[in-house]
């Protein structure tokens, strides 16, 4: 038997849940059970009340507003709780249409992948602004890069996880889970895809986007942690590059003057030199000790993936 369970992150989602609710599916070819999960993140209206009045079947309740990644490790939590062999997250503003619901998770029920992320016309979404659009870009182009993935849309939060993807999940970011997850799957070398899907009018502003200002800094500041968590050796040698680098061009600089006998002897140069090259290679050094801490954290991992198994097998 086949279980869906679509899930919700909810925060005063009262207006535009009962909408969202009304859209999703109770039956679909190839799925024997449907069930819904609601996460409520500490809401301060009738988020709940109208959950219950459609008819959820699950709802996970947070005493106090944790964010949005936070909110959606529990609803993952809950829904392998539950016994869901394929797990579909939406958002509770319908922003995705649910009617590609069959389109996000036909991979998996093929067994052609274990991830399915849905892509957004991002180009014909008009109330994305032009620096939106920029963002998304980049952010998507940053998580290729790092996951060695082709997810065109990563910010996307449409997406579906076979069960022993779904069990392989860590977000040690607190302010999206979109961009860590698929560079985990990548790392992790599991199977993710990407399928076009469609997307519904706007009801109601971002909650992650409250100024495009924020936006930026916050996804810098997401996307630079994502890649020293993930990629350590590569970001600090990088890094690193740039002081060590400069440091040399400087010291061969001093070294022609002194070829050339020059009177000054240029020795703040000299010193700043020997500065500059000494914080790159203390970069890299950082790089190679974080390295080795990653590739801790990945036994750790395996260690909390096999406890999973057991506690949540079927």
């Given at each position: 038997?086949?279980?869906?369970?679509?899930?919700?992150?909810?925060?005063?989602?009262?207006?535009?849940?009962?909408?969202?609710?009304?859209?999703?599916?109770?039956?679909?070819?190839?799925?024997?059970?449907?069930?819904?999960?609601?996460?409520?993140?500490?809401?301060?209206?009738?988020?709940?009340?109208?959950?219950?009045?459609?008819?959820?079947?699950?709802?996970?309740?947070?005493?106090?507003?944790?964010?949005?990644?936070?909110?959606?490790?529990?609803?993952?939590?809950?829904?392998?709780?539950?016994?869901?062999?394929?797990?579909?997250?939406?958002?509770?503003?319908?922003?995705?249409?649910?009617?590609?619901?069959?389109?996000?998770?036909?991979?998996?029920?093929?067994?052609?992948?274990?991830?399915?992320?849905?892509?957004?016309?991002?180009?014909?979404?008009?109330?994305?602004?032009?620096?939106?659009?920029?963002?998304?870009?980049?952010?998507?182009?940053?998580?290729?890069?790092?996951?060695?993935?082709?997810?065109?849309?990563?910010?996307?939060?449409?997406?579906?996880?076979?069960?022993?993807?779904?069990?392989?999940?860590?977000?040690?970011?607190?302010?999206?889970?979109?961009?860590?997850?698929?560079?985990?799957?990548?790392?992790?070398?599991?199977?993710?895809?990407?399928?076009?899907?469609?997307?519904?009018?706007?009801?109601?502003?971002?909650?992650?986007?409250?100024?495009?200002?924020?936006?930026?800094?916050?996804?810098?500041?997401?996307?630079?942690?994502?890649?020293?968590?993930?990629?350590?050796?590569?970001?600090?040698?990088?890094?690193?590059?740039?002081?060590?680098?400069?440091?040399?061009?400087?010291?061969?600089?001093?070294?022609v003057y002194f070829l050339i006998g020059t009177e000054r002897t240029?020795?703040?140069?000299?010193?700043?030199?020997?500065?500059?090259?000494?914080?790159?290679?203390?970069?890299?050094?950082?790089?190679?000790?974080?390295?080795?801490?990653?590739?801790?954290?990945?036994?750790?991992?395996?260690?909390?993936?096999?406890?999973?198994?057991?506690?949540l097998g079927k």
């Open positions: 038997m086949t279980k869906l369970i679509i899930q919700i992150p909810c925060y005063n989602e009262e207006r535009s849940l009962g909408i969202t609710l009304n859209e999703l599916p109770r039956q679909l070819r190839g799925i024997d059970v449907i069930e819904w999960l609601v996460i409520d993140d500490g809401s301060r209206d009738r988020t709940v009340e109208v959950a219950q009045a459609y008819g959820v079947d699950h709802i996970v309740r947070l005493a106090n507003n944790q964010g949005l990644a936070k909110a959606f490790m529990a609803g993952i939590e809950a829904s392998l709780k539950a016994g869901a062999d394929i797990i579909v997250n939406t958002d509770a503003d319908n922003q995705y249409c649910a009617a590609d619901i069959p389109l996000l998770i036909e991979p998996i029920l093929l067994q052609e992948a274990e991830i399915v992320v849905g892509a957004r016309p991002i180009k014909e979404i008009r109330h994305f602004s032009p620096s939106k659009k920029l963002l998304q870009k980049l952010g998507s182009w940053v998580v290729r890069l790092a996951s060695n993935t082709k997810i065109p849309d990563a910010p996307s939060g449409f997406r579906a996880f076979s069960r022993e993807a779904a069990m392989q999940l860590n977000v040690f970011n607190n302010y999206t889970y979109t961009l860590e997850t698929i560079i985990q799957a990548g790392q992790k070398g599991m199977a993710i895809t990407s399928v076009p899907i469609r997307t519904n009018p706007i009801l109601r502003p971002s909650r992650l986007v409250r100024s495009i200002p924020s936006y930026v800094m916050r996804s810098l500041f997401t996307i630079l942690r994502i890649f020293m968590l993930y990629k350590p050796l590569r970001f600090f040698a990088l890094l690193g590059s740039l002081p060590f680098s400069l440091g040399v061009l400087l010291g061969v600089r001093w070294l240029r020795i703040p140069s000299l010193i700043l030199a020997a500065i500059l090259i000494l914080i790159g290679f203390q970069l890299w050094m950082f790089g190679l000790v974080a390295d080795l801490m990653a590739a801790n954290r990945r036994l750790i991992e395996e260690v909390q993936l096999r406890l999973r198994r057991k506690d």
